[in-house]
């Protein structure tokens, strides 16, 4: 990242994004309807796995004991630092550094790719065991809920390669599309966090 | 790079992950896994909020976003922790 040690930038983090004259919010309003949608939605699973969790805590307690906690960690750091490279891409991407932007979305896309791949190595031993969704109560919303999760995640990646293509292929990469896409990484970062609270750590 | 490493996003990033390790302590620490434990569902719950809450205002930018969207955003995240929070402490044994 030469072009970094030429000067500070002034503008990653915090100064105000020359985005604000023309909109209150990063990227395209349809995604922040989009995203507070979809946080509606997973929030009705969330409430309706805890309820039902509520209702046998034996079974999901038990159930709950043989996922893989570490796993689920890890993913959640790699999960966030992808976050933190996206971010960091996005301003750096709007501070008109474009190869710094390039760079630093790549990461977020290695570190993202990490992601289904850690999923792969707790998924299969799981079947192997012969645990599915038709297990129990706890594996259907434990299944559907991170399949669901990981669809997202797969969308996220597509959209990645088309920021990394964006700010690659053009002198003038378009910003609102690099905000856009990095708005939406960012919730389904979100989803994770609460998933993982929820399905590995409470009791 | 040092830009980077020294960047306000870098730090809240530090926190995310703290407090991921310490909610993964919490729920490694919590002794028999089979047994229900409200302390350990109230701090990893809290804690889950607390990030939720920080992805959602430094890495979204919805701090220096309209205020429709910060009223949204927070009231969807206060009402979600509460809602969960008392399903599962009405249903406790």
């Known amino acids: 990242m030469t072009d970094v040690a030429e000067g500070p930038l002034p503008s990653i983090g915090d100064t105000p994004r020359d985005t604000k004259a023309r909109s209150d919010f990063p990227g395209e309003s349809s995604m922040w309807f989009f995203v507070v949608g979809d946080l509606l939605i997973f929030g009705i699973y969330f409430i309706a796995y805890v309820y039902y969790r509520g209702q046998d805590h034996d079974l999901f307690l038990q159930s709950q004991a043989r996922l893989n906690l570490d796993i689920g960690a890890i993913n959640t750091v790699v999960l966030l630092t992808s976050s933190l490279f996206v971010a960091l891409g996005t301003s750096a991407a709007r501070a008109g550094k474009t190869a710094d932007g390039v760079r630093l979305f790549v990461i977020a896309l290695a570190c993202g790719a990490a992601f289904p791949l850690l999923k792969l190595f707790e998924y299969i031993p799981e079947v192997i065991a012969g645990v599915t969704p038709g297990t129990n109560l706890f594996f259907m919303y434990y299944f559907v809920m991170t399949g669901l999760h990981l669809c997202h995640v797969m969308l996220g990646l597509v959209i990645l390669c088309f920021i990394v293509g964006n700010l690659r292929g053009s002198a003038k990469p378009n910003i609102s599309f690099v905000e856009t896409g990095a708005t939406y990484w960012h919730m389904v970062d979100i989803l994770w966090l609460i998933l993982f609270a929820l399905l590995y750590l409470m009791r | ?93």
Do not use: D
Request: hydrophobic share 65%; proline share 2%.
């Open chain 2, 1 to 93: 790079m040092t830009t980077y490493i020294r960047n306000p996003l870098t730090i809240v990033w530090a926190l995310l992950t703290l407090i991921t390790v310490v909610s993964w302590l919490t729920a490694r620490g919590g002794g028999a896994e089979h047994v229900v434990n409200a302390t350990v569902t109230v701090v990893v719950l809290l804690i889950a909020a607390v990030k939720t809450q920080l992805v959602i205002w430094h890495f979204m930018e919805v701090r220096s976003a309209a205020l429709w969207l910060r009223v949204a955003t927070m009231s969807w995240l206060v009402a979600l922790f509460a809602l969960l929070l008392s399903v599962y402490f009405l249903a406790l044994p």
